[in-house]
């Protein structure tokens, strides 16, 4: 089709591609399995893009992502989260019996409950969350980690399958330190730590320093956003993903106003100025969002813009952005979108 | 059905009438037409809700919204928007034959839009859209409200049917001045000027200030939430909509997880300390969210939440985060949900 209605989220699969290959190369290189988080795209097509790219499997944050996953033919799911409560752990091991699933939990009430859901089941391999120094989800040191991987390993039902962390950026020593403590004190306890799985993709420059790790997560490499090159991670090019949106007023002579407001980018600052980047007039600034409008500050710009103009604004955030949309639109040269259903889009339980 | 799995968003259909019925009396007492913003929730039913309650028509911000409401039989929708681009124009056509349409527009280059589309269907009613001070779109003077509106009288395809206004808080006698002001430039013109709409919910209890207004479009009053709740404009069993949600982790004394982030709650501030309130626990702030992540911080609460406890969230903003959800769950009494699915999620084109 032409260009799509606005807002509309709109995906440059070959910098996609791109971005899925540069990464899985860096982190093949350096030893570690690569197990995306597709909370970022939400996309069947694009996990399995991934996966055929070299990913072990993917990774998600929900059940209800990990359903629509396994439906398109994933097999190997990890969710590092703690699954809590009867119908969340029915879903869970009806998943476990149709595809290879791995979890993470971070007390003994997560345990007990996951362990009541897998007595009669074959094991689940479940991970130990390690509060590195996040200050998340995760038990707090070495000692407690291996205290924890013990209750797991006697736990009917479950297996002791590794540590998992989301470790904090510019603290890779520290992080190694805690992981290869931890990672010792369960190996002296008689248990096998074969597997330690790190996060993130601010930190994939940094990340060959976690000498522990087996395999990494990370999610919003594959459309990269503002966050990414506000700190100088990725390059302009590198943003796959842009939201479309036409210029619906100029009021007065240095304010536009977009059709893009926080129902389309969301209210996420991630510490940035103003609420996106318009590509092609960086001066111009979103500062601030109603729902359906986005208010652009033009007074250190010589951008005219005319009501009716379309532009791409990379997002501050594109995990968020992805989740407010049905659909986005592939486009697979200048000129042809497709739209493609965001399938899991909204399974948040 | 039981108790939804969460996260989840949870409507108390009682609170939410009686919202609708409160609001309708004080703005019918004004004598003043009330138009809801259905954006608020995006739902068929409840917008029939306002509809019986007396409501005049509705208000929609998207026409996306407009056609989901005017397939479930709604007859008279304002579009406060300017509508622009050849295909939103065919949509706005497409729409205007089978249900009452008007819209608003700022600027002779919309309404140049609006009447090619129109020039051989029966006259679109287009409100002019006025800046009377919240600086978003709209004309900056009352000579620019009485030039446009001479402008849509003249233009075929349209006729001119009043004006459109968000008022600013706090400033109603200004406000009234740039109305009156509009609306005698435009009767010396020879044009009528029959129609005069505001909107908001902050601004209910001023509203009567604006001696000028016809009409009124409130949104989020049918849910309330925090920010009006922080404001002094409702009370805690005023708010209807809330985010039920699952603690998941209390990894250290002082901190729980909850299992609403940003995909649930939104980053949305509005100026507020806070990503929400938890009912019964106004002192445990929920002061940061990752995308699946509630972080709240016990420090100054008495609370001992355990994992597996449920909590209501009443959110910050109860606008977007309706938009989140395929599916909300009506509550009619204590202990029965009722899913509904959430018509006009994602229409924002």
Request: charged content about 20%.
């Amino acid at each position: 089709m032409a260009v799509p209605d606005t807002p509309a989220v709109v995906i440059d699969v070959a910098a996609a591609k791109a971005n899925i290959a540069r990464v899985q190369g860096h982190l093949s290189a350096l030893g570690l399995d690569v197990r995306p988080h597709i909370k970022t795209h939400r996309l069947a097509r694009l996990a399995k893009a991934q996966i055929e790219a070299g990913a072990v499997g993917i990774c998600c944050q929900k059940l209800g992502e990990a359903e629509v996953m396994a439906d398109a033919g994933i097999g190997d799911i990890l969710i590092p989260y703690n699954i809590v409560g009867a119908r969340k752990l029915d879903r869970l091991v009806a998943l476990a019996r149709r595809v290879a699933m791995s979890v993470s939990a971070d007390s003994d009430a997560v345990v007990q409950g996951l362990s009541g859901a897998f007595v009669d089941e074959p094991p689940l391999p479940v991970l130990v969350e390690c509060d590195t120094g996040a200050g998340r989800c995760g038990v707090q040191s070495p000692k407690a980690a291996a205290r924890l991987a013990q209750v797991i390993a006697a736990s009917p039902g479950l297996s002791f399958a590794g540590l998992m962390t989301y470790p904090p950026m510019g603290r890779t020593a520290e992080v190694e330190d805690w992981l290869s403590d931890a990672r010792h004190r369960i190996e002296a306890a008689g248990l096998k730590c074969s597997r330690i799985s790190t996060g993130g993709t601010p930190n994939l420059h940094e990340i060959a320093e976690i000498k522990s790790a087996t395999e990494h997560r990370p999610g919003t490499y594959i459309y990269n956003d503002r966050s990414l090159l506000a700190a100088g991670l990725c390059a302009p090019g590198d943003c796959a993903l842009t939201v479309l949106s036409t210029v619906v007023s100029c009021p007065v002579e240095k304010r536009a106003i977009l059709d893009a407001g926080s129902k389309a980018l969301t209210s996420d600052l991630l510490g940035l100025d103003g609420y996106g980047l318009i590509v092609g007039h960086p001066e111009a600034r979103i500062t601030a969002l109603s729902e359906e409008h986005g208010h652009v500050d033009l007074g250190g710009s010589d951008w005219h813009p005319k009501v009716g103009d379309q532009i791409a604004i990379i997002p501050n955030h594109a995990c968020v952005v992805s989740n407010l949309f049905d659909r986005v639109f592939f486009r697979q040269s200048g000129t042809t979108y497709e739209p493609v259903a965001v399938d899991a889009r909204g399974r948040s339980t």
